[in-house]
T-cell receptor, first 116, second 113 residues
């Protein structure tokens, strides 16, 4: 079974609108971390936001927030007030356990296109 | 600027040729990783090194070898390149600890013909 599932291959949004990118995960480990990365057309991987499994509040970083629903095992990324520069591929990823030896497992990504 | 440096950025190989992808980080991170990215597949882990002196297989290790030369450097070797290894390769590093993401290099686009 896939550990990280991103069901939206592509999303379209108009500038200044909010958009939600879906991510569900599968783990039996009570300790884990969830990450979102952005990959613009230039190819680099940019870290956006992190949510720990024990964090009580949803993580926020500027226009990015993570809608963490633990019981549903979902960690959706919400981008408020979309900008043209938000057009990119977005990856959800998970790191299980609190060992320093755990590795990030990525989903297949969602391509976001922001139109004027 | 501090970060992860990968070389080369682009490479074309003939089937059967060998090459080594180089990666170096200057952030004093303990752990380093090699991923490959293919269209529609996300990033898949090839090998990783949790700390200097150790290496472990990831999800897709076949056809690759790695060397953790020292704390800074982690190289990926293709001994006999195959067209299926055409991909974009990313090196990444991270300090110890759960709540930290990886810092990625800019990637190497490899084509095997």
């Amino acid at each position: 079974a896939q550990k990280i599932t991103q069901t939206q291959p592509g999303m379209f949004v108009q500038e200044k609108e909010a958009v939600t990118l879906d991510c569900t995960y599968d783990t039996s480990d009570p300790s884990y971390g969830l990450f979102w990365y952005k990959q613009p057309s230039s190819g680099e991987m940019i870290f956006l936001i992190y949510q720990g499994s024990y964090d009580q509040q949803n993580a926020t970083e500027g226009r990015y927030s993570l809608n963490f629903q633990k019981a549903r095992k979902s960690a959706n990324l919400v981008i408020s007030a979309s900008q043209l520069g938000d057009s990119a591929m977005y990856f959800c990823a998970m790191r299980e356990g609190y060992s320093g030896y755990s590795t990030l497992t990525f989903g297949k990504g969602t391509m976001l296109l922001v139109s004027p | 600027n501090a970060g992860v440096t990968q070389t080369p950025k682009f490479q074309v190989l003939k089937t059967g040729q060998s090459m080594t992808l180089q990666c170096a980080q200057d952030m004093n991170h303990n752990s380093m990783y090699w991923y490959r990215q293919d269209p529609g597949m996300g990033l898949r882990l090839i090998y990783y090194s949790a700390s200097e002196g150790t290496t472990d297989k990831g999800e897709v290790p076949n056809g690759y070898n790695v060397s953790r030369l020292n704390k800074r450097e982690f190289s990926l070797r293709l001994e006999s390149a195959a067209p299926s290894q055409t991909s974009v390769y990313f090196c990444a590093s991270s300090p110890a600890g759960q709540g930290v993401g990886y810092t990625f290099g800019s990637g190497t686009r490899l084509t095997v013909v």
